[in-house]
């Protein structure tokens, strides 16, 4: 670090713990007054609510009307003009304007809101009336000081740029960020549309456990913890799959949850170790059946949370409206990555060669199907931008799939990319127990030869298989990814309330 950064650096913490002290001496003053953080306001009106009522009456009709609020939010910007002042704030639906004047609020509590600072919650009583340039605004009879905004909020203009305080320091964020703020009521309209269309489509949504005595669902490693009172080692839930299934067992024929999961791995720009993802499986259905209903839940869901099916991503623009596209994986390598021919995409020899070639990780227990979907990783995952299943995976690599009746070397499988990345995952169920049983001692073979990702065998699973399990599909869609493409998220991050970091070194600061 150069010598001036440094010195404007400390200088910033000097000035910030100045502006602090100062902010702390207002709140003692308050303090000694018996009146710092009153409980005792209620607040009967919302921005928001009075622009949709009365943002199209006149100035006239206002001041005939006189219309009394009483309302409350964030003091953002404050102009101080003599014997009147202006102030901007902000509540959870948007912002409006404080009219505050000695005449109408009495020269001690004018006083005393001179003193305000940015940040602070400020509540009013008043009317509404519209000023001098149109702007409808509160004529403040009375103003109070809810609660003290002791830390200075960084520059409005220059606003939090430093993109690591966001993630850590959410709260600032929100402040100051309109951008983060509407991502965030994206994200949550999107995921009450994803509940109603599937209660429309008569699912049951269902809670299943997050502490599971045996981790499986999928090929991820889990996080591990201990129950005392049973002592006994527990694994946070990397899917719900094989619970959703069992109640299907038990009759709930259309089940869906909207979960959290834990995978111990990496973190990268679309993988956080703990993320949201939606599940559901219906019986009678088909992993064809599956592409179709989720083809048309995504471009439901994308209408109604942000008004269209053609989301500006990145740069790209995404097309949810056109039918979906469907290639086997050796399709997608043919079409993204063309000069490879059929014999060498069916030669294990050609193809761990080839990998190699490429520098990618050798997998010396697998075999053709596998080979297979390492180089269509490698080689065209990444094309895959407009929406596209990629069907009928390798049984090898899909241990909860039903083989195809054709060809039992494939699944009924498929999953789903846009953008370049998997969004979702679905198959046929495998109902049959001595089959699946069969599976999971191949995941365990798999594990025991140091596959870290590989399954459990899951005995009472089994055991669910043996009542009956209906013909059946599922599917699980990556939620937060699909948020991500909603609201042109270039990493996972940003859709996240609350991402996981490594601990801070040293103090965080903002750009003010």
């Given at each position: 670090?150069?010598?001036?950064?440094?010195?404007?650096?400390?200088?910033?913490?000097?000035?910030?713990?100045?502006?602090?002290?100062?902010?702390?001496q207002k709140l003692q003053a308050l303090?000694?007054?018996?009146?710092?953080?009153?409980?005792?306001f209620e607040r009967k009106d919302l921005?928001?609510?009075?622009?949709?009522?009365?943002?199209?009456?006149?100035?006239?009709?206002?001041?005939?009307?006189?219309?009394?609020?009483?309302?409350?939010?964030?003091?953002?910007?404050?102009?101080?003009?003599?014997?009147?002042?202006?102030?901007?704030?902000?509540?959870?639906?948007?912002?409006?304007?404080?009219?505050?004047?000695?005449?109408?609020?009495?020269?001690?509590?004018?006083?005393?809101?001179?003193?305000?600072?940015?940040?602070?919650?400020?509540?009013?009583?008043?009317?509404?009336?519209?000023?001098?340039?149109?702007?409808?605004?509160?004529?403040?009879?009375?103003?109070?000081?809810?609660?003290?905004?002791?830390?200075?909020?960084?520059?409005?203009?220059?606003?939090?740029?430093?993109?690591?305080?966001?993630?850590?320091?959410?709260?600032?964020?929100?402040?100051?960020?309109?951008?983060?703020?509407?991502?965030?009521?994206?994200?949550?309209?999107?995921?009450?549309?994803?509940?109603?269309?599937?209660?429309?489509?008569?699912?049951?949504?269902?809670?299943?456990?997050?502490?599971?005595?045996?981790?499986?669902?999928?090929?991820?490693?889990?996080?591990?913890?201990?129950?005392?009172?049973?002592?006994?080692?527990?694994?946070?839930?990397?899917?719900?799959?094989?619970?959703?299934?069992?109640?299907?067992?038990?009759?709930?024929?259309?089940?869906?949850?909207?979960?959290?999961?834990?995978?111990?791995?990496?973190?990268?720009?679309?993988?956080?170790?703990?993320?949201?993802?939606?599940?559901?499986?219906?019986?009678?259905?088909?992993?064809?059946?599956?592409?179709?209903?989720?083809?048309?839940?995504?471009?439901?869901?994308?209408?109604?949370?942000?008004?269209?099916?053609?989301?500006?991503?990145?740069?790209?623009?995404?097309?949810?409206?056109?039918?979906?596209?469907?290639?086997?994986?050796?399709?997608?390598?043919?079409?993204?990555?063309?000069?490879?021919?059929?014999?060498?995409?069916?030669?294990?020899?050609?193809?761990?060669?080839?990998?190699?070639?490429?520098?990618?990780?050798?997998?010396?227990?697998?075999?053709?199907?596998?080979?297979?979907?390492?180089?269509?990783?490698?080689?065209?995952?990444?094309?895959?931008?407009?929406?596209?299943?990629?069907?009928?995976?390798?049984?090898?690599?899909?241990?909860?799939?039903?083989?195809?009746?054709?060809?039992?070397?494939?699944?009924?499988?498929?999953?789903?990319?846009?953008?370049?990345?998997?969004?979702?995952?679905?198959?046929?169920?495998?109902?049959?127990?001595?089959?699946?049983?069969?599976?999971?001692?191949?995941?365990?073979?798999?594990?025991?030869?140091?596959?870290?990702?590989?399954?459990?065998?899951?005995?009472?699973?089994?055991?669910?298989?043996?009542?009956?399990?209906?013909?059946?599909?599922?599917?699980?869609?990556?939620?937060?990814?699909?948020?991500?493409?909603?609201?042109?998220?270039?990493?996972?991050?940003?859709?996240?309330?609350?991402?996981?970091?490594?601990?801070?070194?040293?103090?965080?600061?903002?750009?003010?």
């Amino acid at each position: 670090m150069s010598e001036e950064i440094q010195v404007s650096e400390q200088a910033t913490v000097a000035e910030e713990n100045r502006l602090i002290q100062e902010r702390r001496q207002k709140l003692q003053a308050l303090r000694d007054a018996g009146v710092a953080y009153p409980n005792d306001f209620e607040r009967k009106d919302l921005f928001g609510d009075l622009r949709a009522q009365y943002g199209e009456m006149s100035a006239e009709d206002l001041e005939a009307a006189q219309p009394k609020v009483a309302v409350s939010g964030r003091l953002m910007l404050k102009r101080i003009m003599g014997k009147a002042s202006f102030a901007t704030v902000r509540d959870f639906t948007g912002e409006m304007q404080y009219f505050v004047s000695k005449q109408e609020i009495g020269e001690e509590a004018y006083a005393h809101f001179k003193t305000f600072d940015l940040g602070d919650i400020v509540a009013a009583e008043g009317t509404l009336f519209r000023t001098r340039t149109g702007e409808l605004s509160v004529r403040a009879t009375t103003i109070r000081l809810m609660a003290k905004n002791i830390r200075p909020l960084p520059d409005k203009h220059k606003g939090l740029v430093d993109t690591e305080m966001c993630y850590r320091q959410r709260y600032v964020d929100l402040i100051m960020n309109e951008e983060s703020r509407n991502r965030f009521l994206t994200r949550s309209k999107a995921i009450a549309e994803v509940r109603n269309f599937m209660l429309e489509h008569r699912f049951l949504e269902v809670e299943t456990p997050m502490l599971h005595p045996i981790p499986g669902g999928a090929n991820a490693r889990p996080f591990i913890t201990h129950h005392n009172a049973l002592d006994m080692d527990m694994y946070l839930r990397i899917a719900p799959e094989l619970y959703l299934k069992r109640l299907v067992v038990g009759g709930l024929e259309r089940v869906f949850e909207i979960n959290r999961n834990f995978r111990n791995e990496g973190v990268s720009v679309r993988h956080n170790p703990e993320f949201t993802m939606m599940e559901f499986y219906a019986t009678y259905w088909t992993y064809r059946d599956q592409m179709d209903f989720t083809e048309n839940l995504l471009r439901t869901v994308a209408q109604k949370a942000v008004g269209t099916g053609k989301l500006n991503y990145q740069g790209q623009v995404i097309d949810l409206d056109k039918p979906f596209d469907k290639l086997t994986p050796v399709e997608a390598i043919k079409k993204y990555a063309p000069g490879y021919t059929d014999e060498q995409l069916n030669d294990e020899t050609f193809l761990r060669a080839e990998l190699k070639r490429l520098g990618e990780e050798q997998l010396p227990h697998v075999g053709l199907g596998a080979l297979q979907m390492a180089l269509f990783e490698e080689t065209a995952e990444h094309h895959l931008i407009q929406p596209t299943f990629i069907i009928d995976y390798p049984t090898e690599i899909s241990p909860l799939a039903r083989a195809s009746d054709e060809n039992a070397q494939i699944t009924e499988r498929f999953e789903l990319f846009i953008g370049g990345r998997e969004l979702g995952n679905g198959f046929s169920e495998l109902n049959d127990p001595d089959d699946q049983a069969a599976r999971f001692q191949a995941q365990a073979d798999a594990k025991t030869n140091g596959d870290d990702e590989a399954m459990y065998f899951d005995a009472d699973y089994i055991r669910a298989l043996e009542y009956g399990l209906p013909p059946t599909a599922g599917c699980g869609i990556g939620i937060d990814r699909f948020i991500m493409l909603l609201t042109d998220a270039p990493t996972i991050r940003d859709v996240l309330l609350f991402p996981h970091m490594r601990p801070e070194n040293g103090q965080c600061t903002t750009n003010d």
